[in-house]
C-alpha cells in the first residue's frame, strides 16, 4: 500500500531513507524495526529558521503518523507492516500544518492567537513566560500577582520589581501560568514514556480508511491532544471530544483543531451527564486525555483504571512536562509555550539582546500531537490493549538532545525554504462558517483533507455516530 502524504503538487523527489529522526520516533511508539526506509520526504518548507532541528521533528513525527496509518491499513486487510509500500510525505504540507493557526481565516477573519497578557515579560532578575489566554487563567494571573488593572502596562510595572521565580510560583498558587525562562536545557526525558499493556489480540476487519468504526473518547484541550484526534477523525475515526460545561474553549482554537470530530459537554460530577459518559466509554475503542497528571483520576479514569474495566482499550495521556522525572512540576499544568520558556529553548533561541525567542512553530504541540495518533494507530494494530503516555516536555528534550542525532543534512540547510503556502490551504463550510485552513500532512485520509468542517463547540450530541 502506498500513501502521499498531504495533497498539492508534486516539488520533488522523494528522499529520506533511513532518515534518524523518523527511525527514532518510529522506535518510540513501538514500531518494527528495518522499516522507516519506506518513508521517503519531498519539497522543501519553512521550518527551519530556527537553531534548533524543527524541521526534522515536524517532518518525523508526521512521517511516523503516516507510516502508522499505512501499518493499521495493511494490518486491517489481512497483512502486516511488511505490506506497506512507500509513504511520501510533502514538507510543504508539514511546514503549513505545523503553524495551521496562522493560516485559518475565520469568514475572512484572521484568529485571536495570543492575548494581551500571554507572553515574555521582563522581571527583576531575568524574564517570565505568561499564558493568560482563557479567561480563568487571566483572572488567576491577575489575582496572583495583585495587578491594579487587567492590563499589559499594569502587567509590566508589577513584574518589574519581582525575581522570575517568585512570579512563578505566585501565579501558579493562585491558578494561574507563569514560567521563569530557564537558561539551561531541563533534565532529559523520554519521547514516550510510557508504552505498556498486554495486547488483547483484536483485529479490526477491513475498513475503507485505517481508522473506520474506531470509536475514540477525545478528553483533550488545546493543541497536541486535539491534532491527535482531527487526524484519528481523518483516517476514519468517529471522534467525540468531551468537554465540562464550566471549562470554556475559545471559538478560534477550537475552529483550528475541531476537524474531524464531534464535541459535547458533559460534568463529570453531575450523576445524568456522568451516565451519558460511561455508556459512550463502554463503547469506545480509544480514550485519549491531554489534563495534567491527577486530573481526572479523581472520576476513576486513569489509565489503570481504564484497561481495568476494558482490557483493550487503548489509552493514550499526554501532559506538559512529563510524568515522572521533573518532581513537583509533573503535576502543573502547561501549554506549548511555558514548555520552550521552561524546558530552556526560550533561551536558546533568543535574539541579540537576550529576549527570549520561540520557535517557528509550536512543534512540540503539534509534533507530539502525530506522535500520539501514531502511538494509536500503533496500537490498534497491535490489537489494543495499551496504555501510552507522551508529553510536550518529553517532546521538547527530543529536540534539543536526539532528533538530529546522526541525521544527513536536508537539501536547503536550517534555512528558511520558499514555498507556496496556498497550495496546502483549503475551504470549508463549518459551524463557525466559512473556514480556510490547512490540510492534514499525513497520508491515508480522503485526499489529505477533512470531508467536513467542524460543528460549534460544545453543540453536539454525546452519543457516537453509528
Not at 510524568?323 to 524546558?343: C, K
Given at each position: 500500500?502506498?500513501?502521499?502524504?498531504?495533497?498539492?503538487?508534486?516539488?520533488?523527489?522523494?528522499?529520506?531513507?533511513?532518515?534518524?529522526?523518523?527511525?527514532?520516533?518510529?522506535?518510540?511508539?513501538?514500531?518494527?524495526?528495518?522499516?522507516?526506509?519506506?518513508?521517503?520526504?519531498?519539497?522543501?518548507?519553512?521550518?527551519?529558521?530556527?537553531?534548533?532541528?524543527?524541521?526534522?521533528?515536524?517532518?518525523?513525527?508526521?512521517?511516523?503518523?503516516?507510516?502508522?496509518?499505512?501499518?493499521?491499513?495493511?494490518?486491517?486487510?489481512?497483512?502486516?507492516?511488511?505490506?506497506?509500500?512507500?509513504?511520501?510525505?510533502?514538507?510543504?504540507?508539514?511546514?503549513?500544518?505545523?503553524?495551521?493557526?496562522?493560516?485559518?481565516?475565520?469568514?475572512?477573519?484572521?484568529?485571536?492567537?495570543?492575548?494581551?497578557?500571554?507572553?515574555?515579560?521582563?522581571?527583576?532578575?531575568?524574564?517570565?513566560?505568561?499564558?493568560?489566554?482563557?479567561?480563568?487563567?487571566?483572572?488567576?494571573?491577575?489575582?496572583?500577582?495583585?495587578?491594579?488593572?487587567?492590563?499589559?502596562?499594569?502587567?509590566?510595572?508589577?513584574?518589574?520589581?519581582?525575581?522570575?521565580?517568585?512570579?512563578?510560583?505566585?501565579?501558579?498558587?493562585?491558578?494561574?501560568?507563569?514560567?521563569?525562562?530557564?537558561?539551561?536545557?531541563?533534565?532529559?526525558?523520554?519521547?514516550?514514556?510510557?508504552?505498556?499493556?498486554?495486547?488483547?489480540?483484536?483485529?479490526?476487519?477491513?475498513?475503507?480508511?485505517?481508522?473506520?468504526?474506531?470509536?475514540?473518547?477525545?478528553?483533550?484541550?488545546?493543541?497536541?491532544?486535539?491534532?491527535?484526534?482531527?487526524?484519528?477523525?481523518?483516517?476514519?475515526?468517529?471522534?467525540?471530544?468531551?468537554?465540562?460545561?464550566?471549562?470554556?474553549?475559545?471559538?478560534?482554537?477550537?475552529?483550528?483543531?475541531?476537524?474531524?470530530?464531534?464535541?459535547?459537554?458533559?460534568?463529570?460530577?453531575?450523576?445524568?451527564?456522568?451516565?451519558?459518559?460511561?455508556?459512550?466509554?463502554?463503547?469506545?475503542?480509544?480514550?485519549?486525555?491531554?489534563?495534567?497528571?491527577?486530573?481526572?483520576?479523581?472520576?476513576?479514569?486513569?489509565?489503570?483504571?481504564?484497561?481495568?474495566?476494558?482490557?483493550?482499550?487503548?489509552?493514550?495521556?499526554?501532559?506538559?512536562?512529563?510524568?515522572?522525572?521533573?518532581?513537583?512540576?509533573?503535576?502543573?499544568?502547561?501549554?506549548?509555550?511555558?514548555?520552550?520558556?521552561?524546558?530552556?529553548?526560550?533561551?536558546?533561541?533568543?535574539?541579540?539582546?537576550?529576549?527570549?525567542?520561540?520557535?517557528?512553530?509550536?512543534?512540540?504541540?503539534?509534533?507530539?500531537?502525530?506522535?500520539?495518533?501514531?502511538?494509536?494507530?500503533?496500537?490498534?494494530?497491535?490489537?489494543?490493549?495499551?496504555?501510552?503516555?507522551?508529553?510536550?516536555?518529553?517532546?521538547?528534550?527530543?529536540?534539543?538532545?536526539?532528533?538530529?542525532?546522526?541525521?544527513?543534512?536536508?537539501?536547503?540547510?536550517?534555512?528558511?525554504?520558499?514555498?507556496d503556502a496556498g497550495v496546502w490551504l483549503r475551504e470549508v463550510a463549518s459551524?463557525?462558517?466559512?473556514?480556510?485552513?490547512?490540510?492534514?500532512?499525513?497520508?491515508?485520509?480522503?485526499?489529505g483533507g477533512w470531508l467536513r468542517g467542524p460543528s460549534r463547540f460544545g453543540?453536539?450530541?454525546?452519543?457516537?455516530?453509528?
Amino acid at each position: 500500500m502506498a500513501i502521499s502524504a498531504g495533497s498539492g503538487s508534486d516539488s520533488g523527489s522523494g528522499s529520506g531513507g533511513g532518515d534518524a529522526a523518523t527511525a527514532a520516533a518510529w522506535a518510540a511508539v513501538g514500531g518494527a524495526d528495518g522499516v522507516t526506509e519506506r518513508v521517503g520526504y519531498r519539497g522543501a518548507g519553512v521550518l527551519g529558521g530556527g537553531r534548533l532541528p524543527v524541521r526534522e521533528l515536524a517532518r518525523a513525527t508526521v512521517g511516523v503518523c503516516s507510516l502508522a496509518a499505512a501499518e493499521l491499513a495493511a494490518v486491517r486487510a489481512g497483512g502486516c507492516v511488511a505490506d506497506v509500500g512507500p509513504v511520501v510525505v510533502d514538507e510543504g504540507a508539514v511546514s503549513t500544518a505545523f503553524v495551521s493557526e496562522r493560516h485559518l481565516l475565520v469568514e475572512g477573519r484572521a484568529p485571536v492567537v495570543f492575548a494581551p497578557l500571554s507572553g515574555f515579560w521582563r522581571t527583576a532578575d531575568g524574564w517570565v513566560r505568561t499564558h493568560a489566554n482563557y479567561p480563568h487563567h487571566r483572572e488567576a494571573l491577575v489575582r496572583g500577582l495583585g495587578l491594579a488593572a487587567d492590563t499589559p502596562e499594569a502587567l509590566r510595572e508589577a513584574l518589574a520589581g519581582r525575581g522570575a521565580v517568585e512570579v512563578e510560583e505566585a501565579v501558579y498558587a493562585a491558578g494561574g501560568l507563569a514560567v521563569a525562562v530557564a537558561r539551561a536545557y531541563g533534565d532529559p526525558l523520554p519521547l514516550v514514556e510510557k508504552w505498556d499493556g498486554a495486547a488483547r489480540g483484536r483485529r479490526l476487519g477491513p475498513g475503507a480508511l485505517p481508522a473506520s468504526g474506531v470509536r475514540v473518547l477525545d478528553l483533550t484541550r488545546v493543541i497536541a491532544g486535539p491534532v491527535a484526534t482531527r487526524t484519528l477523525g481523518l483516517l476514519g475515526a468517529d471522534v467525540l471530544r468531551i468537554d465540562s460545561p464550566r471549562l470554556a474553549e475559545g471559538d478560534d482554537a477550537y475552529a483550528d483543531t475541531g476537524f474531524g470530530k464531534r464535541s459535547a459537554l458533559l460534568d463529570l460530577g453531575a450523576a445524568a451527564d456522568r451516565e451519558a459518559f460511561e455508556r459512550l466509554l463502554a463503547e469506545a475503542d480509544v480514550v485519549v486525555t491531554g489534563y495534567r497528571p491527577g486530573a481526572l483520576e479523581r472520576y476513576g479514569l486513569s489509565a489503570e483504571e481504564l484497561l481495568e474495566r476494558r482490557p483493550g482499550l487503548v489509552v493514550a495521556q499526554l501532559c506538559a512536562w512529563g510524568w515522572s522525572g521533573n518532581g513537583p512540576w509533573a503535576g502543573r499544568r502547561g501549554f506549548d509555550s511555558l514548555v520552550q520558556a521552561g524546558y530552556g529553548i526560550a533561551a536558546r533561541e533568543a535574539g541579540p539582546d537576550g529576549t527570549p525567542g520561540v520557535l517557528p512553530a509550536q512543534a512540540l504541540d503539534h509534533g507530539t500531537g502525530y506522535l500520539m495518533a501514531a502511538g494509536v494507530l500503533r496500537a490498534l494494530a497491535d490489537g489494543g490493549g495499551r496504555a501510552l503516555r507522551y508529553s510536550l516536555a518529553g517532546t521538547g528534550s527530543w529536540l534539543v538532545r536526539g532528533v538530529a542525532a546522526g541525521a544527513a543534512p536536508l537539501a536547503g540547510g536550517r534555512g528558511a525554504v520558499a514555498y507556496d503556502a496556498g497550495v496546502w490551504l483549503r475551504e470549508v463550510a463549518s459551524g463557525y462558517g466559512v473556514l480556510r485552513h490547512a490540510v492534514s500532512p499525513v497520508g491515508g485520509g480522503p485526499g489529505g483533507g477533512w470531508l467536513r468542517g467542524p460543528s460549534r463547540f460544545g453543540t453536539d450530541a454525546a452519543e457516537w455516530a453509528g
